[in-house]
């Protein structure tokens, strides 16, 4: 499939019509919680970076602007919550753009200055700056935005998730050495996975974060990035792909050294535009493949995955800004109304994936599951495919995962349960013996190694090396006559092991 992001990017912001919009009439339905937002800039000093409009040679630690959203319950009456032209504030600093003033925002950047654009920016969110995090532990949501896009680009949703109960982390995407993208979009790929993954590190910092369940978002590009890091860090527990490139861009994604389909193992949703007209691909040059293929959804084996396509939303539509900014394109945009309501049901979904995969809610995974009018909205707004994970192979680390939690105890009970659900399942008997070890000769833990040992010689009775191993994790906790019987034991199945018989006549003397 031959496109580049650029004409991608091109073709999802064609400027033809206005939109008329509102935060009031996407109408998104909030959670419990007040909604904080703290801004800050953090700086990453394994990375160098340039601001390409100070036009110099000065090289800086990587800055990273961070936005935080997060579940509050502090009394907000009388405080104000913020304007969306305090987001486009924030934009205007990722752009290096920070003297700016505030009216020339508009056109500046990406969006034309007219009278509903303005109004937009004195529209009230459900944000209020730097009120106090709530009490408890919550997921954490970390947001990678689209190709040289600003963090802010999806506050809407960001501000939903964090009303029930997300915290939501995200910077800008920007380049390698600066602000803009190099012609080598595989190493700015890698460039926002490791953005995403200093974010990750950043989570970790904030007291209400529940850092056992972390999942990752992304629109457009930063759907690339996700899957990179998802690939590498076993803390990722689901992903969410707003309208990802990884549909698109597949072959990108193969120049990372670091991807593999086969290890995308945990939940992950895609949600696509409509497919575009006829019209569209053969002005706009676009292969039509684009409406059809995705390779990535097609390899993956090892998770439930989950592809819905909204048939009144393009590309753009899938952010906020994109919403209520962007120009609509005669050719194939819907009406705004129909926009607004297809992007809320996109946060919808969202979140029900979130509270299904990251709260295990099963009731939240059947919203997904269900038709159109089980879930109260008419036909032909969105399709719906579902993938399921092919049967995985049981392994030794699921064993020992399950083994430890039960401080070693009852293993031969353990591992029939197990054979019961599993029957191809198998344990190496050399992984026994190097686990029985690493165990024994920690002081902390030997007594589990001589448990795992007394399970694996029930296993594998017939095995020198286990009894000459027990033995010897008996002789290092100073139980010599269990050390004794097991070397027997051992010589008496391998007459030749020297090891059993030099301390055998050391133990005798």
């Not at 109408?27 to 919680?33: A, H, I, S, V």
């Not at 709530?134 to 947001?143: H, N, R, T």
């Not at 595989?186 to 460039?191: Q, R, V």
């Not at 945990?266 to 292969?287: F, G, R, S, T």
Request: glycine share 4%; net charge negative; aromatic share 12%.
């Amino acid at each position: 499939m031959r496109i580049s992001l650029f004409q991608i990017f091109i073709l999802f912001h064609a400027t033809l019509l206005t939109a008329q919009t509102s935060l009031q009439e996407i109408d998104l339905e909030n959670g419990k919680y007040h909604v904080g937002f703290h801004h800050y800039i953090a700086a990453d000093s394994t990375r160098t970076y340039s601001r390409v409009f100070d036009y110099t040679n000065k090289k800086v630690a990587r800055p990273i602007p961070i936005n935080l959203w997060y579940p509050s319950e502090q009394n907000v009456s009388g405080a104000k919550p913020l304007l969306v032209l305090d987001y486009l504030e924030i934009l205007k600093e990722e752009e290096e753009w920070e003297h700016l003033p505030n009216e020339q925002i508009l056109n500046w950047f990406y969006y034309p200055n007219t009278a509903a654009n303005q109004n937009h920016l004195a529209e009230q969110t459900t944000a209020y700056a730097n009120v106090g995090y709530s009490k408890g532990k919550f997921p954490v949501i970390i947001y990678a935005p689209s190709f040289q896009a600003s963090s802010i680009e999806n506050f809407a949703l960001c501000e939903y998730l964090a009303s029930h109960g997300f915290v939501v982390v995200s910077s800008p995407s920007r380049g390698t050495e600066t602000r803009w993208f190099s012609n080598n979009n595989a190493k700015e790929m890698e460039t926002q996975a490791r953005d995403v993954e200093f974010l990750i590190k950043e989570a970790g910092k904030y007291p209400m974060v529940d850092y056992g369940k972390i999942a990752i978002m992304g629109f457009s590009f930063g759907g690339l990035s996700n899957i990179i890091v998802q690939n590498r860090n076993d803390k990722i527990k689901a992903i969410v792909s707003l309208d990802g490139t990884e549909r698109y861009q597949y072959g990108l994604l193969t120049k990372s050294p670091f991807f593999n389909a086969h290890n995308l193992d945990v939940p992950y949703i895609h949600m696509a535009q409509k497919d575009i007209p006829e019209i569209v691909l053969k002005e706009d040059k676009i292969n039509a493949a684009l409406n059809t293929e995705f390779q990535l959804y097609d390899s993956i084996t090892k998770s439930k995955a989950y592809r819905l396509k909204f048939h009144n939303l393009t590309h753009s539509h899938f952010s906020t800004l994109g919403v209520l900014f962007a120009n609509r394109d005669k050719r194939q945009d819907k009406s705004d109304q129909k926009i607004m309501e297809s992007y809320k049901w996109v946060a919808m979904y969202t979140l029900h994936f979130l509270e299904g995969t990251i709260h295990e809610d099963i009731n939240a995974l059947k919203f997904i599951e269900n038709n159109s009018h089980d879930n109260g909205f008419a036909d032909g707004l969105v399709t719906l495919q579902i993938k399921q994970p092919e049967n995985k192979k049981y392994t030794f680390q699921g064993f020992n995962d399950l083994a430890s939690t039960r401080n070693y105890e009852n293993l031969i009970q353990l591992y029939d349960s197990i054979v019961k659900r599993h029957p191809s399942f198998e344990i190496p008997e050399g992984h026994l013996n190097t686990l029985g070890l690493q165990l024994v000769f920690n002081p902390n833990t030997s007594k589990q190694g001589i448990q795992v040992f007394l399970f694996g010689t029930k296993l594998y009775p017939n095995s020198a090396n286990l009894y000459d191993s027990m033995a010897e994790g008996y002789l290092f906790m100073g139980d010599q006559e269990n050390a004794i019987e097991s070397f027997k034991k051992s010589l008496e199945l391998n007459p030749q092991n020297q090891n059993a018989i030099y301390r055998l006549e050391k133990l005798k003397k």
